[in-house]
């Protein structure tokens, strides 16, 4: 079967996530009042954490390391 949308392009989902962050971003500039203007960041705070986390499953970036430091015993 035919693709019937040649004109798509398929964007990886963070940068989805990213895109919806700039939207939220952009309307916390142009919000009217504090309670929107934070709304809007929050859910552009929201939208790159969820960028950042499916970059991370998608294998894109390193697990954090963390480092383990042996207790001593008394």
Not at 5 to 32: G, T, Y
Not at 39 to 62: F, V
Request: proline fraction near 8%; glycine fraction near 2%; hydrophobic fraction near 40%.
């Amino acid at each position: 079967m035919p693709d019937l949308r040649p004109h798509v392009f398929w964007m990886k989902q963070s940068d989805i996530f990213r895109d919806n962050a700039d939207n939220c971003f952009q309307l916390a500039e142009r919000a009217e009042g504090q309670p929107a203007n934070k709304r809007y960041s929050r859910m552009a705070s929201a939208w790159t954490a969820l960028a950042h986390e499916q970059d991370w499953l998608d294998g894109e970036i390193p697990p954090v390391a963390r480092r383990f430091t042996p207790q001593r015993e008394a």
